[in-house]
């Protein structure tokens, strides 16, 4: 199901997918809020840039977020005082803040029609249990000199107990934005390749790159890569320090007046809401449902609630869009940007933005290009990508270590309990034939689809993901069509297809 933003824009971005070798001095590879930012910037720096794209520009995590763009992110200054210091924790608020108008200059030089409107923004509870950690947050965040409020009164269409309120925040359509950034990019002369998905890099010589296309090579001096997930397993191990992290939004007509802010609750079960233009009417987007990529769901708990919700006080609304992503969160809730791995010199990464990408890639992109320029930046620090420091946070460790090991190992010995006939049409199950376990997808019409369900990043047994008819990582969150097509990172390839149909 793909986001409002996907939807209500007109595909006028295409670009031709690479058909022979090409040197760069810089080769981005992923065409997000992150790859196309590093690769603007570059550009207005005169450097030679080409961007490789996988899929269509724009159309993974950053086609379908939320697109709320804040340094709040969500009730984190109490955190990294606690956690990390007082510096620490304002040094990150001062960079993300800066995100924000540094977002606003390329819209205003760029000129970009991207629905850009500034916003206060909201953490709020309706516990009062949970108001002395609002409170908590407002005084740490005024303490690092951003004039927060506390407040009890909101738009929002139910009481609350209190709410933190940050000013100046602001919202906007990403894919007009990543459009704007295409153009930008391509004035200067640099090129934009997408159906290129990249599956090696690999040093040529001290100072040069080589970076694999599935048909061509592109020789670069540096290298950033911007797939959201890093698909390089060794070195960088990066599959050891996140997970990710799905959520889903739905966007709903009302005849009801409409708030204006952008809100987001404090505990569990997280509701997110702002408003969006589209063709001049305000629709209302809610936010929530999250729970680990790969981890069976239900409707009930995913898009269910966000109905629930939004009938609960909109009782003529109308669900216009529905549509869910993911994000990569890191263990100890800090991006990791810089360079990939101390091995690889000159390579550079930036991901784990925990939902809080919009700020989080514009701090990245503004860290790696002073690092291309020799420039000492003066926040690279707080997100140093190669930190070795012990994981804070223990109890997701252990369940990434027992997922992982469980759908290695355990779930592969163990034999699948379905049969074939057991499948409902609709809808997916593992079996096993001969000994060989088969993910089954049949189809509504009885037509059977048969793939390998073992994910191609490190070999995870899939689960079914009956909601979006899709094969899951419960490790590392791949995903891949029932046909076995890869949709999402850090999985690159597709899953083996059996032709099953002359046999049943
Ligand atoms: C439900 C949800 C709501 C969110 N809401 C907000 C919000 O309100 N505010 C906020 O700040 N953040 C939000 N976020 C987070 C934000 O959307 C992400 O952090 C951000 O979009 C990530 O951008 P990216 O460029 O790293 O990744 P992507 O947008 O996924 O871009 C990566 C690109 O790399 C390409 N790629 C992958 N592998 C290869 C390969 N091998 N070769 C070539 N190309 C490749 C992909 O096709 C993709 O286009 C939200 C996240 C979620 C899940």
């Known amino acids: 199901m793909n986001s409002l933003w996907i939807n209500t824009l007109k595909k006028n971005k295409s670009f031709p997918s690479l058909s022979k070798d090409i040197e760069t001095d810089i080769c981005v590879i992923g065409a997000g809020i ?79 029609k991207c629905d850009f409107e500034y916003q206060n923004s909201y953490v709020y509870t309706t ?12 005084e740490v ?14 738009g929002l269409p139910f009481n609350i107990e209190g709410a933190i309120c940050f000013k100046n925040q602001a919202q906007f359509n990403p894919l007009k934005y990543l459009y704007g950034l295409c153009n930008g990019i391509t004035s200067n002369n640099n090129k934009i390749f997408t159906n290129t998905t990249v599956t ?36 960088g191990f990066y599959f050891t320090k996140m997970y990710q992290s799905t959520s889903y939004i739905i966007a709903i007509d009302t005849k009801k007046t409409l708030f204006n802010g952008m809100y987001i609750n404090s505990t569990d079960p997280i509701f997110s809401f702002r408003t969006a233009k589209i063709a001049g009417k305000k629709l209302l987007l809610i936010g929530g449902g999250e729970h680990k990529t790969g981890k069976p769901s239900c409707y009930a ?27 990569c969160i890191p263990l100890d809730k800090i991006p990791y940007i810089g360079e990939y791995s101390t091995s690889l010199p000159n390579v550079f990464v930036g991901t784990g933005f925990k939902k809080w990408g919009m700020t989080s890639s514009n701090v990245a992109a503004t860290i790696i290009v002073d690092k291309i320029c020799n420039k000492k930046n003066r926040y690279e620090y707080l997100f140093n990508s190669s930190r070795l420091k012990p994981i804070k946070n223990k109890d997701e460790l252990k369940n990434m270590i027992v997922q992982s090991a469980n759908s290695l190992v355990f779930d592969k ?6 049969s074939f006939k057991d499948i409902k049409n609709d809808s997916g199950s593992i079996i096993e034939i001969n000994n060989e376990k088969v993910g089954i997808y049949k189809a509504p019409n009885g037509k059977v689809y048969a793939v390998k369900p073992v994910c191609t990043h490190l070999g995870c047994l899939l689960s079914w993901n009956d909601i979006d008819k899709t094969w899951d ?27 099953l149909n002359n046999d049943y």
């Open 34 to 112: 992150f790859g196309l930012s590093c690769a603007y910037y570059l550009s207005k720096l005169g450097f030679k840039v080409i961007v490789l794209e996988k899929d269509s520009i724009g159309e993974k995590t950053t086609g379908h977020t939320t697109a709320k763009i804040t340094s709040q992110h969500g009730l984190f200054y109490d955190y990294l005082v606690n956690s990390y210091s007082e510096k620490f924790a304002s040094d990150y608020l001062k960079v993300n803040e800066m995100a924000i108008k540094n977002i606003k200059k390329i819209i205003d030089s760029e000129k970009i």
């Open 127 to 138: 516990k009062k249990s949970e108001l002395s950690n609002i409170k908590k947050e407002v």
């Open 141 to 154: 965040v005024q303490s690092l000199g951003l004039p927060c409020e506390f407040v009890t009164k909101v």
């Open 200 to 235: 090696n890099i690999e040093k040529f010589t001290d100072y040069t790159y080589l970076i694999s296309s599935e048909k061509n090579l592109v020789r670069a001096k540096f290298v950033i890569v911007a797939t959201h997930y890093p698909f390089i397993n060794f070195p």
């Open 301 to 327: 708990d995913t898009y269910g609630i966000l109905e629930k919700e939004a009938k609960k006080y909109y009782p003529d609304c109308e669900i216009l869009y529905k549509w869910n992503t993911r994000d």
């Open 413 to 418: 010995l163990k034999s699948a309990n379905m």
């Open 473 to 499: 990582c419960p490790c590392h969150g791949s995903r891949f069509d029932y046909r076995g097509k890869n949709i999402y990172d850090p999985a690159f390839k597709d899953l083996e297809y059996y032709d």
